[in-house]
């Protein structure tokens, strides 16, 4: 186990280290910089401010100093955001994006994992065929369109909810039904076909055979064992929610990292490019690590292949 273990931690340090490269390169190789959009900069100080940021060497050389920034942590000071570092702006905000993802990811696996049940229950009944509609909309319908349409109906039409902003509950249930409906409808289908496959099974039959209750059978035997894939989909589910909250955060107006990261790249500010891109990059990876172990964990062929 512990040479699988360090086999998947090395392909993970190798991926965000070609992440980092390729990022790197081709933030660098889009025509003009972060300072000369400004026509009132005199040449005199955009030179000392390419000299002050290291963007007057060699493309080689700011390469290697960044690399050797980043071991020791360092992800550089913003080029838009004057004296403000780019460790301090992803603190800041991912508390934000965090609690928005952390929300969203907990509504859609909670009514997911719920109407998945149901519908399993109630094959070929009316809520059976209502969960498959709303997975065939969840799965094909992107989230800013819900966004778009939760914005026109409950908070335009009907006045229910505020439009935009963060900081109120009120505030927060638009933006986390948006980015949640599309794991309510994903998680909702898996859940459904999962129970159905182990409602089959010898030993829930052999359960219902020795004379235990619906509810028994139902809680010990077959939602205890359908809800496995859910489990092992979680992982990248929190981290594709955190990257997915990006266009939501700024449909909503959330001072998240997605305001940051789009901001970044209309900037050209090249350190908070590289910051939130390796952020994100990082929690990919992280939670596919941890899934390729948790994998190693329950099924030994995996890890001795």
Same mark, same amino acid.
């Given at each position: 186990?512990?040479?699988?273990?360090?086999?998947?931690?090395?392909?993970?340090?190798?991926?965000?280290?070609?992440?980092?490269?390729?990022?790197?390169?081709?933030?660098?190789?889009?025509?003009?910089?972060?300072?000369?959009?400004?026509?009132?900069?005199?040449?005199?100080?955009?030179?000392?401010?390419?000299?002050?940021?290291?963007?007057?060497?060699?493309?080689?050389?700011?390469?290697?100093?960044?690399?050797?920034?980043?071991?020791?942590?360092?992800?550089?000071?913003?080029?838009?955001?004057?004296?403000?570092?780019?460790?301090?702006?992803?603190?800041?905000?991912?508390?934000?994006?965090?609690?928005?993802?952390?929300?969203?990811?907990?509504?859609?696996?909670?009514?997911?994992?719920?109407?998945?049940?149901?519908?399993?229950?109630?094959?070929?009944?009316?809520?059976?065929?209502?969960?498959?509609?709303?997975?065939? *909309? &969840? +799965?094909? #319908?992107?989230?800013?369109?819900?966004? @778009? $349409?939760?914005?026109?109906?409950?908070?335009?039409?009907? =006045?229910?909810?505020?439009?935009?902003?963060?900081?109120?509950?009120?505030?927060?249930?638009?933006?986390?039904?948006?980015?949640?409906?599309?794991?309510?409808?994903?998680?909702?289908?898996?859940?459904?076909?999962?129970?159905?496959?182990?409602?089959?099974?010898?030993?829930?039959?052999?359960?219902?055979?020795?004379?235990?209750?619906?509810?028994?059978?139902?809680?010990?035997?077959?939602?205890?064992?359908?809800?496995?894939?859910?489990?092992?989909? *979680? &992982? +990248?589910? #929190?981290?594709?929610?955190?990257?997915? @909250? $990006?266009?939501?955060?700024?449909?909503?107006?959330?001072? =998240?990292?997605?305001?940051?990261?789009?901001?970044?790249?209309?900037?050209?500010?090249?350190?908070?490019?590289?910051?939130?891109?390796?952020?994100?990059?990082?929690?990919?990876?992280?939670?596919?690590?941890?899934?390729?172990?948790?994998?190693?964990?329950?099924?030994?062929?995996?890890?001795?292949?």
């Amino acid at each position: 186990m512990l040479k699988y273990t360090l086999k998947r931690f090395f392909i993970a340090i190798l991926t965000l280290w070609v992440i980092i490269t390729i990022t790197f390169f081709l933030m660098h190789a889009i025509p003009g910089d972060p300072f000369t959009g400004n026509k009132k900069i005199p040449p005199e100080i955009l030179e000392n401010m390419m000299a002050k940021y290291g963007l007057d060497e060699p493309l080689i050389v700011q390469y290697g100093k960044y690399l050797m920034n980043l071991l020791k942590g360092n992800l550089g000071d913003s080029m838009f955001y004057r004296a403000r570092s780019v460790n301090t702006i992803l603190a800041e905000s991912f508390s934000v994006s965090g609690k928005l993802g952390g929300m969203a990811i907990t509504v859609g696996a909670t009514l997911g994992v719920f109407f998945g049940i149901v519908a399993a229950l109630n094959r070929n009944k009316f809520f059976d065929y209502f969960v498959i509609v709303l997975a065939v *909309l &969840g +799965v094909s #319908v992107p989230s800013y369109v819900f966004a @778009s $349409l939760f914005q026109y109906v409950f908070a335009s039409k009907l =006045g229910w909810f505020p439009v935009a902003r963060w900081g109120t509950w009120q505030q927060a249930v638009l933006p986390v039904m948006a980015l949640g409906f599309g794991y309510i409808a994903y998680i909702a289908r898996m859940m459904r076909t999962s129970m159905l496959d182990v409602i089959n099974q010898d030993y829930v039959r052999t359960a219902k055979a020795k004379g235990l209750s619906r509810q028994q059978v139902l809680w010990k035997h077959t939602i205890r064992n359908a809800i496995l894939p859910i489990i092992t989909i *979680l &992982g +990248v589910a #929190v981290a594709g929610i955190l990257v997915g @909250s $990006l266009v939501i955060e700024n449909i909503f107006g959330i001072p =998240g990292l997605g305001k940051h990261f789009v901001l970044s790249i209309k900037q050209n500010d090249y350190y908070l490019i590289m910051g939130t891109t390796i952020f994100y990059a990082a929690i990919l990876i992280l939670m596919m690590f941890i899934i390729d172990i948790l994998y190693g964990v329950v099924d030994p062929r995996i890890r001795l292949d």
